[in-house]
């Protein structure tokens, strides 16, 4: 089982839609959780951290349940440039080593 | 305002050779990293380091070394080229404590015929 898992996707959806991605870990200790995104042939860059109690910047939304080890990501009145693939991150304690998830594509169409 | 440069951004080697890929921070982090990411296998950690002088092993350290003789500077040497090598290598740099997000360079693409 891959320490990190996440549905590759592609998700086709129109502009203005609502869309979710979930992503599970296997390592109950994990401490730590991220998004990143990705555009395509580029470097991940931070999305957005993932909080216990859950956690929203703009029209993205987080939340973490520890008790099923899962994370999800929430995106709000989607535009063309959210098309991107979303890596799922997880920080399983020993320091700063992250584990990546093999990421899910987004892609928003007029 | 560069945040973490690597060099080269592009590179095709025959088999065998060796070549060094640079990475350098201006964020005083102590945590660098290199990862490789190939298609369907997402981004794989092949060496760290917690700082200056101190290195250890990712998920995937062989065929790399890597050394860290200040904390700006954390180049990975590819000892002997093998096609299995080719692929999009990342270094990251981020605070040494856990539970902080990471800084990514541009990468390097890198190809072995």
């Known amino acids: 089982r891959k320490e990190v898992e996440q549905d590759p996707g592609p998700f086709n959806v129109p502009e203005g839609a609502t869309v979710a991605f979930n992503c599970t870990y296997s390592n109950s200790a994990s401490q730590s959780f991220f998004w990143y995104r990705q555009d395509c042939r580029k470097e991940p860059k931070l999305l957005m951290s993932?909080?216990?109690s859950g956690n929203e910047d703009g029209r993205f939304t987080a939340q973490l349940n520890r008790a099923s080890q899962y994370i999800s990501l929430l995106i709000r009145d989607s535009k063309l440039s959210d098309s991107a693939t979303y890596l799922c991150?997880?920080?399983?304690?020993?320091?700063?080593?992250?584990?990546f998830g093999t990421g899910t594509q987004l892609k928003v169409e007029l | 305002n560069a945040g973490v440069t690597q060099t080269p951004k592009f590179q095709v080697l025959k088999t065998g050779q060796s070549m060094t890929l640079q990475c350098a921070q201006d964020m005083n982090h102590e945590y660098m990293s290199w990862y490789r990411q190939d298609p369907g296998m997402g981004l794989r950690l092949i060496h760290y380091s917690v700082g200056a002088g101190i290195t250890d092993q990712g998920e995937v350290p062989n065929g790399y070394n890597v050394s860290r003789s200040t904390t700006e500077d954390f180049p990975l040497r590819l000892l002997s080229a093998a096609p299995s090598q080719t692929s999009v290598y990342f270094c990251?740099?981020?605070?040494?404590?856990?539970?902080?997000?990471?800084?990514f360079g541009d990468g390097t693409r890198l190809s072995i015929l």
């Open positions: 993932v909080y216990s």
């Open positions: 991150v997880v920080n399983a304690g020993g320091g700063n080593k992250l584990t």
């Open positions: 990251a740099s981020g605070d040494v404590r856990g539970g902080q997000p990471q800084h």
